[in-house]
C-alpha cells in the first residue's frame, strides 16, 4: 500500500512527478500528487452484480486478485461461451491498479464490444515486488485459470461464474504498455511446456497495446515524438530502474525481449501476435523494431497503427468522450481487437 503518512525526516530518494515517491527509509508513496484534473483516471472504481452499460464488474480473491468485466448476455444465461482476454495492466511495473477508472472506462467496453469475458490480474509493483515478480504473478494467473477449466478453484461464487462463461480453448493474453511485455513472457514462459499440460486451456493469441519495449540508447522516436500523459523521457527511464532487477539496464529480456540478453525467438513457441503501435508513441520505433524482429523469427504477427496520437490514448477517459480523434482510433484499436479474437 502507499505510505501517505506525514513524516519530516523522510527523504525523497526517487520520484516520477505525480505518480510515485521513494523515501530513504524504504517506504513507497502512490498518492496522486499531478494536476487535479487528471485525478479522476485513479479513481478506483467498486465492483457492481448488476449490469451497467451491459457488462457486470466482479472481483475474485484468487492468487493474484482478479477484477472480471463480464458482459450481461452470459448474465443473462443464454448459453454462449465466451473468449477469455486475461489482462495484465501497464504502469512501467510501478504504478497503477486494475481497479482504476482508466481501466474500467475501456476494459468494460472491450468486454461489451468484443463479446468477451476481460479478466484483469492485480499485479505485485516495483520497487516493492522487482521483476520478474510480475511475470511470475501474471503466469499464475493463466495457471489458476487452467485449474479453474479443470474444475477445480471455484469455490468462489465470482469463479464458478467466470467458469461457467468462459470458453477456455480461446484464452488471449492481453496486456497495455508494461502489461504488453508480461504477454510476451507468459506467452513464451507457457510455450516452453509441454502442449498437454494447459489442457483444456489454450492460449489461442496474444495481443500487446503499445507494449512497454525500449533499450539503453535513445530511438528516433523518443527523441522527436512529443511526451503524452502515459509516457515521458522520464517514465521511459525511471520505472526500469525502479523495477528491474539491481543492476540491470533497459536492454534487459523484460524491456527488450529481442535483444542479445533475450532468449532465441526462433527457439520460441507463441501463438498468434497483435501489437497496437501509435504513431506519436516515444516507444513506436523500438515496437516496430519487436515486430520486424518476430516476423523475420517466422512468428505470427500482425500490426495495428493508431494515426495522431500517443501512448495508450485511450485509457485517457476525457479524451475518448470529447476528443474526436481519439474516439475515432479507440473505435478502430475495439474493432482490430474484436476481430483478431474473432479469427483465432
Not at 523521457?233 to 526500469?240: N, Q, R
Not at 536492454?251 to 533475450?262: K, L, M, Y
Not at 513457441?269 to 523475420?296: I, N, Q, S, T, W
Not at 485517457?316 to 483465432?344: C, M, N, Q
Amino acid at each position: 500500500m502507499a505510505a501517505t503518512e506525514n513524516k519530516p525526516d523522510r527523504v525523497v530518494v526517487a520520484e516520477l512527478p505525480g505518480w510515485i515517491r521513494l523515501y530513504n527509509d524504504g517506504s513507497v508513496d502512490r498518492a496522486w500528487t499531478g494536476p487535479p484534473q487528471a485525478h479522476f483516471l485513479t479513481a478506483t472504481v467498486p465492483p457492481y452484480d448488476s449490469p451497467r452499460d451491459g457488462v457486470s464488474v466482479l472481483d475474485l480473491p484468487a492468487d493474484p486478485a482478479l477484477r472480471l468485466y463480464l458482459p450481461s448476455a452470459t448474465n443473462a444465461g443464454d448459453g454462449r461461451h465466451l473468449p477469455l482476454l486475461l489482462h495484465f495492466h501497464g504502469g512501467g511495473f510501478c504504478i497503477t491498479h486494475p481497479y482504476w477508472s482508466m481501466y474500467h472506462h475501456f476494459y468494460t467496453r472491450l468486454a461489451r464490444s468484443a463479446g468477451a469475458a476481460v479478466v484483469s490480474v492485480v499485479l505485485p509493483l516495483a520497487p516493492e515486488h522487482r521483476l520478474p515478480a510480475a511475470v511470475d504473478a501474471a503466469y499464475r494467473a493463466l495457471l489458476y485459470l487452467r485449474s479453474l477449466a479443470a474444475g477445480t478453484g471455484a469455490e468462489h461464487p465470482v469463479a464458478e461464474r467466470l467458469r461457467k462463461a468462459a470458453d477456455f480453448s480461446r484464452v488471449f493474453l492481453l496486456g497495455d504498455s508494461s502489461g504488453g511485455n508480461l504477454v510476451h513472457e507468459v506467452a513464451a514462459r507457457a510455450g516452453a511446456v509441454e502442449a498437454g499440460f494447459w489442457a483444456p486451456v489454450r492460449v489461442a493469441g496474444g495481443i500487446l497495446l503499445h507494449p512497454g519495449f525500449g533499450r539503453e540508447e535513445r530511438s528516433r522516436s523518443e527523441v522527436e515524438n512529443r511526451p503524452t500523459p502515459f509516457m515521458s523521457l522520464e517514465l521511459l527511464d525511471k520505472c526500469p530502474a525502479m523495477a528491474l532487477p539491481m543492476g540491470a539496464t533497459k536492454d534487459h529480456p523484460i524491456t527488450w525481449p529481442v535483444g542479445e540478453a533475450a532468449p532465441a525467438l526462433e527457439g520460441l513457441r507463441l501463438p498468434p501476435l497483435l501489437v497496437a503501435v501509435a504513431e506519436g508513441d516515444l516507444l513506436r520505433d523500438r515496437e516496430l523494431e519487436y515486430c520486424e524482429a518476430m516476423r523475420r523469427a517466422g512468428k505470427e504477427m500482425e500490426v495495428v497503427m493508431s494515426r495522431d496520437v500517443g501512448h495508450c490514448f485511450f485509457l485517457y477517459e476525457e479524451l475518448v468522450d470529447s476528443e474526436p480523434v481519439s474516439a475515432s482510433r479507440t473505435g478502430e484499436l475495439i474493432e482490430a481487437i474484436k476481430d483478431f479474437v474473432a479469427r483465432h
